[in-house]
């Protein structure tokens, strides 16, 4: 599995906990307030939902950081 692919074993994450999950920050406030200031990006659009569900096969980047894979 590359690098950029995050393996989960349920039906969906919530954005906030996929963030942490993934590594992308160090804290859930870390990530609240990037998703809240309109810096997370899923599928190439801006997200501003902390609980949006994520899916296998969605995309998931912080602005000008290299873009996950859930699968």
Known sequence: MP?????ITTE???LDALL???GLTDTGGEAKA???DGMVLVNGEVC???GKKI?????VAI????EVTVV
Do not use: S
Request: aromatic share 8%; charged share 45%; no cysteine.
């Open 3 to 7: 690098d950029n692919e995050i393996k």
């Open 12 to 14: 969906f994450i919530k």
């Open 20 to 22: 942490k999950f993934a």
């Open 34 to 36: 990037l998703i809240q």
């Open 48 to 50: 501003t939902m902390r």
């Open 55 to 59: 899916r296998p096969g969605d995309k």
């Open 63 to 66: 602005e000008g950081e290299e």
